[in-house]
């Protein structure tokens, strides 16, 4: 039964990226978003980003708008950011659980396939 979720870090701050907004685009059509949402209080998206019935194998876009959390959190960033909008590309390819975490500040990021 495939799925999607994620998990926001903020490792400048040490806590989860409450709030921060995120798209979710399939290809080839990156111009129009699957799920356009925010993270809740711990991180992550309320529910799936994506369910059993929306999960089609394919290439899939993750797009994190990385500088208007940290500015909101009032970080002063440069202009313009070193990073604005974090974007990992990646593809699902069976019946499975994906989790793409990341892991965020205003200089740096990383991320992984979950469990």
């Known amino acids: 039964m495939g799925r999607l979720t994620t998990h926001v870090l903020d490792t400048a701050h040490g806590t989860p990226a409450a ?9 080839p059509d990156y ?5 356009d ?11 799936l ?3 059993t019935n929306a999960f089609l194998p394919g290439k899939y876009r993750l ?5 208007s959390y940290f500015r909101a959190r ?8 070193f ?11 069976a019946d499975e659980h994906y989790h793409v975490p ?3 500040s205003p200089w740096s990021y990383s991320t992984y396939r979950g469990s």
Do not use: W
């Open 83 to 93: 990073l604005d909008e974090v974007t990992l590309d990646f593809g699902l390819a």
């Open 102 to 104: 990341l892991l965020v």
């Open 19 to 27: 709030g921060m907004r995120l798209r979710l685009y399939r290809a």
């Open 37 to 47: 949402t925010s993270t809740n209080s711990d991180g992550r998206v309320d529910g």
């Open 31 to 35: 111009s129009t978003p699957l799920v």
């Open 49 to 51: 980003i994506l369910d």
């Open 63 to 67: 797009v994190f708008e990385v500088a």
């Open 74 to 81: 009032g970080v002063e960033l440069p202009e313009p950011p």
